[in-house]
Structure formats: structure tokens, C-alpha cells
Nanobody
Framework: QGQVAESGGGSVQAGGSLTLTCTYS?????????MGWFRQAPGKEREGVAV?????????PDSAKGRFTISKTKDKDDAILTLQIRNLNVEDAGWYYC??????????????????WGLGTQVTVLS
């Protein structure tokens, strides 16, 4: 069924940049899937910041356009999903999770339709 693992979080000064990486491994049985990055701040629901459709094309909410860049690549049987965040501000802080939606061609920004998650990576923005 595959495993999901995120990395790249940490503490960054406001205005700085950060790259998060998600590895979706051993997923040979799942051919049609979408992937995405989601943020969850304390006391708030998990929200999509960038997702990719089954064909690799990206989708962003309006709040993320211009500062967030998502890309999907492959490394043998693993899918690699990176998220670049530029000009970080305190509102970008939170836990970032990589989500997998199986049997998907058109990704959604809502987190509820994603059935497989990693443990997350934390992003702290220092003002």
C-alpha cells in the first residue's frame, strides 16, 4: 500500500525559504493517485497548501499562489513530492503533512479525501 514520510521542516526566519520533501514509497499497487501538502496550525483544521493532479500538474489555493511551488518526481518506485516555500511569514507555521489520495486523477485541496498520511514535519517561523 505504500509508506509516506515527510522531511525538511525546521525553524526559519521570517522572509526566508524552506523546502519540504515527501517520499511515497513501495506503492507499486497504486497506479492512479494524487499527492499534496497540507498544513495544520494549532487549533485549526488541516488545510491544503499545494496538491498535484495525477498527471503531475499543480493546484494551489489563492493564499499559496506565488510563494509556494510543488513538484513531483520519481526515484525508481518512489514518488517524491517537494514543496518550496518562499518569503515565509508567521502564518506559514504549523505541521506540514503529505497526503495521498488513491484512485485519483484530479486532486482536491480538502484534506478529508486523502486517506494516507505521513507523520508530518514541523515548520516554525521566527519573527
Amino acid at each position: 500500500q505504500g509508506q509516506v514520510a515527510e522531511s525538511g521542516g525546521g525553524s526559519v526566519q521570517a522572509g526566508g525559504s524552506l523546502t519540504l520533501t515527501c517520499t511515497y514509497s513501495r506503492h507499486r499497487g497504486s497506479s492512479n493517485y494524487c499527492m499534496g501538502w497540507f498544513r495544520q496550525a494549532p487549533g485549526k483544521e488541516r488545510e491544503g497548501v499545494a496538491v498535484v493532479n495525477g498527471d503531475g500538474s499543480p493546484k494551489y489555493p489563492d493564499s499559496a499562489k506565488g510563494r509556494f511551488t510543488i513538484s513531483k518526481t520519481k526515484d525508481k518506485d518512489d514518488a517524491i513530492l517537494t514543496l518550496q516555500i518562499r518569503n515565509l511569514n508567521v502564518e506559514d507555521a504549523g505541521w506540514y503533512y503529505c497526503g495521498i489520495m488513491l484512485y485519483c486523477t484530479i486532486a482536491e485541496l480538502g484534506a478529508r479525501t486523502y486517506g494516507r498520511w505521513g507523520l508530518g514535519t514541523q515548520v516554525t517561523v521566527l519573527s
